[in-house]
């Protein structure tokens, strides 16, 4: 993982991260999406803990909630009222807790569905870019991902299961976050988050997204870039049998740049 400045446009800074994969599936970019979203939203104060913490405390909150319901109908049936009281306590503080992570569980369950589908019906994604602010124009802060040569394999964003080498490239990810910046400058407060693909014109949802063919922020916002390259990109260049017209339909960073939109 190597650092340089990205030419062309004003950046905090950008930032180069080399993986071994030649490939990813449409689930491991979807759970490398996840986890930089999840880790701007705590930098920035927006959830209390770390996404895996939150859903992981949301989950149990659910399952013991369901528990005590069960628990305090046996109890009435023998008719222990001591211990009816007590479940009640517990159950009524259980439901408090539930209700208080309700909207914002619900509001990132909505986002990554969505995100799920964007990811499953694009035939290439070349970056993803996040903005925290109040408007699309004008955010305050912006992290912007790309994706260049990597095959893209066919199987669901849906698919739970987390990768080796998801794992890896997200590891590789938040600390080139962190060295670049992100968080240390923050406010307190709720802000909005947009998230945005840059995928083909192929790519159609018109019911659940809204595209635009150009997109443009504020010039003075520096936004924090990162390059994610798989290893194909530097082979292909010494492998005098390499030709990507053979491999262009397959390589994530071949599309052509005027066919793109956000």
């Known amino acids: 993982m190597g650092s340089m400045e990205s030419s062309g446009e004003r950046s905090l800074g950008f930032t180069e991260i080399e993986t071994t994969a030649e490939s990813l599936r449409r689930s491991d970019i979807f759970h490398v999406v996840k986890e930089v979203l999840g880790f701007i939203l705590y930098m920035h104060q927006q959830i209390p803990v770390v996404l895996q913490h939150l859903e992981q405390e949301f989950d149990s909150l659910k399952e013991e909630f369901k528990q ?34 309700e909207k914002l569980m619900g509001s990132l369950s909505t986002l990554f569905s969505a995100l799920q589908e964007a990811i499953d019906a694009s035939p290439g994604i070349q970056g993803v870019t996040f903005l925290l602010g109040g408007s699309l124009a004008r955010p305050h802060y912006v992290y912007e991902i790309f994706f260049s040569r990597f095959r893209i394999n066919s199987d669901s964003a849906k698919n739970n299961i987390k990768s080796k080498v998801a794992e890896v490239i997200s590891r590789k ?37 809204l595209p635009k063919r150009d997109f443009r922020y504020n010039k003075k916002v520096l936004p924090i870039k990162l390059h994610i390259k798989c290893k194909i990109e530097d082979q292909a260049m010494s492998n005098s049998h390499y030709n990507p017209e053979e491999n262009k339909s397959s390589l994530s960073a071949d599309i052509d740049v005027n066919d793109m939109i956000w």
Not at 87 to 92: E, F
Not at 175 to 198: C, D, H, M, N
């Open 68 to 101: 005590l319901v069960c628990y305090s109908s046996s109890i009435i049936l023998h008719n222990q009222a001591s211990f009816h009281r007590k479940t009640n306590m517990r159950k009524n503080e259980v439901k408090s807790s539930i209700k208080k992570l």
């Open 173 to 209: 990810v938040v600390r080139g976050l962190i060295s670049s910046g992100a968080g240390s400058l923050s406010f307190p407060g709720p802000t909005k988050l947009i998230l945005l693909i840059k995928c083909t014109r192929a790519f159609s949802l018109p019911l659940h997204f």
